[in-house]
């Protein structure tokens, strides 16, 4: 695996449609979704990021300002990346650029088959587990606190 870059990207441009297009064959389309079909008024308001090798993207993550909290609406690592740090890297940019804007709280709605992983980097669920075609449940952390 080469360098691992992470860059803020901005919407339209080609690394972003990258990027959506990985969160789109990762996370919808499996389960007979298109992001395409989605409600995107949140889009505009996120802040996105890519995980670049060699100028592919191959990983990204998108979160927005939601009732004072840090919000991860996505975050994706395309298969032979994962286990490599890539998913770690784009969480802890995001966590930074919340911090940076006064946001003392990340929450997110995660794969239950994910938990260990945001487990590890501080994160603890909320509530119960939302049934769904891939169960998910709520987790959070409070930020400043590793």
């Known amino acids: 695996m080469g360098e691992i870059t992470i860059k803020k990207l901005e919407l339209g441009t080609a690394a972003y ?8 064959e990762i996370l919808r389309k499996p389960r007979g979704q298109n992001l395409y079909h989605d409600d995107l ?4 308001l996120s802040s996105h990021t890519a995980a ?17 909290n840090g919000l991860v609406k996505h975050l994706v690592v395309e298969d032979a990346a994962r286990g490599k740090g890539v998913g770690t890297l784009l969480l802890r940019y995001a966590e930074e650029e919340m911090v940076s804007r006064g946001i003392r709280k990340c929450v997110l709605k995660a794969r239950v088959s994910v938990t260990g992983f945001y487990e590890k980097l501080g ?24």
Not at 17 to 24: E, Q, T
């Open 41 to 44: 008024s949140y889009e505009a």
């Open 17 to 24: 449609w990258a990027a959506f297009n990985l969160r789109n």
């Open 123 to 146: 994160y603890h669920t909320v509530g119960d587990i939302m049934p769904d075609d891939v169960p998910h449940i709520m987790m959070e952390k409070c930020l400043g606190e590793d």
């Open 52 to 68: 670049l090798e060699d100028d592919k993207v191959i990983g990204a993550s998108c979160w927005y300002e939601d009732g004072g």
